[in-house]
DNA sequence: CCACCCTAGAGGTCAGACCACAGTATACAC
DNA sequence: GTGTATACTGTGGTCTGACCTCTAGGGTGG
């Protein structure tokens, strides 16, 4: 009737090596940081060939899952979690991602993970936000500094908001934002209102006030998208890149799987 | 002082492929839904070892950018846009993802999502998600059909919206929650209540009134979430899975590239 | 006209040699 | 003794080319 193969990309080996690595994350053998058996000897102990336990292995490094370090060995990834840096970008170009859009999502996401981090946030996440706070004061002269400092501020305010989730969505979005981002702020003049910001969204997160928490965040948003000129355009065009008229199907297919 | 090197899974060869074909994609040459050319062949034309071109295929495939057919060929993707579907999984387990971050973020988004949509649908969307809510209705005795209009409504909703990003973002959720609410659906009862309130986020979309989309799809979300009885728990304790403490670090490791 | 089988074309796997990189041990010069 | 240069070892990266498997389509016999 309708679609009955499964349209995983599940090479039988790739998917074998796949999912053994993740069998060894889930019963704890593998913890993030940790490192793998080299290849040579890992693909023997697995009965396959070394090919094909490197194409498992890209199929996991392509989704951030694990890091590869010519020369050294492949780890669990440990860092802030996250979908695919470039996986982002190259789904950008297919799809017709827009500055407008990504600037709409982040507006969304990252106004409930500031209402979320005002109702859960741990002492911990208080200092740490704190901490970020002095330091984009300290920074307000060196562009470069405070966009760091920047970053790290959202950061943590992702991790204090308790959801992962939320927090590796925000991750995807602000990696694909920052550069652009990092040319831009370079000729910025009113670094002292960002921090000034950033500093009311630590106080309403401090004093537990979500519904405070989301209405700076997103003002501070609002404010950081005109600054880059990025708004919704009024009428139907492109903003940077090509326009992608692609006709709009509604596309029912490839539901998830079976049916 | 910090980073410095660039921890992309930018193996040369590698990368080198994946640029070549997001250039493709990018000047128009390749579009979704198309075929590459036979691997032998393509290597041949790029210079490169068969076994370096499928690296990078893999890589983008991956990520979901390309799909691969065992006898058939090599395509771009065509579907709907998604972040990887096994992807999610990995990283659920390796971040100790539960469910009821999951209904959290779905939440969230969907209900921005609604919004959205009550302000931008076109008659179109209107005409598909009429459809697809009488479909509903008339699979009230099926719980398996129910299910396909239902995830059918919510992804015409998520075009609807007019912004692919956050409908990448839904989609990468849902897919992953449909296994579980495909076990669930079968002995749900209530399907009748549920049809009912998809009629009612439409007729918001409808008459174009945001606030009470958003309302609808909250309140319809959280009787899903009730219903299969995934609330957050009060305590701290782990729903699904093993418990994964886990040290919280505050990892200000690997912030975006150079600095 | 239909069912079956065969074959061409495309991806999947394998084996083994060799290259490139990172970190450490070693040797030589000062 | 110290320090720098070099060699070695371990690990991932790439190449070749042969062979396996799957899919689709066309040919052939019933």
Redesign the pocket.
């Known amino acids: 009737m309708l679609r009955m193969?499964q349209d995983l990309t599940d090479?039988?080996?790739?998917m074998?090596v796949v999912n053994h690595i993740r069998a060894l994350i889930e019963n704890g053998t593998l913890q993030p940081g940790d490192k793998?058996?080299?290849?040579?000897?890992f693909a023997r102990s697995l009965?396959?060939?070394?090919?094909?336990l490197?194409?498992g292995?890209g199929y996991l490094a392509a989704m951030g899952v694990m890091k590869?370090?010519?020369?050294?060995?492949?780890f669990v990834a440990d860092g802030p979690a996250e979908f695919g840096k470039a996986s982002f970008s190259l789904m950008g170009v297919l799809h017709g991602f827009q500055s407008w859009q990504m600037f709409e999502v982040r507006l969304i996401i990252e106004s409930n993970l500031a209402a979320l981090a005002a109702e859960r946030a741990k002492e911990e996440h208080h200092t740490a936000l704190a901490e970020e706070v002095a330091e984009i004061f300290a920074s307000i002269d060196s562009p470069s500094d405070f966009l760091i400092h920047d970053v790290l501020f959202h950061r943590i305010l992702s991790q204090a908001s308790g959801n992962p989730i939320l927090a590796a969505l925000m991750e995807t979005i602000t990696s694909a934002l920052y550069d652009k981002r990092r040319k831009t702020v370079e000729r910025s003049t009113d670094l002292r209102e960002s921090a000034e910001m950033h500093r009311m969204i630590y106080r309403a997160i401090r004093a537990r006030d979500p519904v405070e928490a989301r209405r700076l965040m997103e003002q501070h948003l609002r404010m950081a998208q005109a600054a880059q000129g990025m708004e919704r355009p009024t009428a139907r065009k492109t903003i940077d890149g090509i326009a992608r008229p692609r006709t709009l199907q509604l596309d029912k297919g490839s539901a998830p799987s079976r049916l």
């Open positions: 193969k090479t039988h080996r790739t074998q793998i058996p080299p290849e040579r000897e009965n396959i060939s070394r090919a094909s490197r194409t292995i590869v370090r010519h020369g050294v060995g492949t």
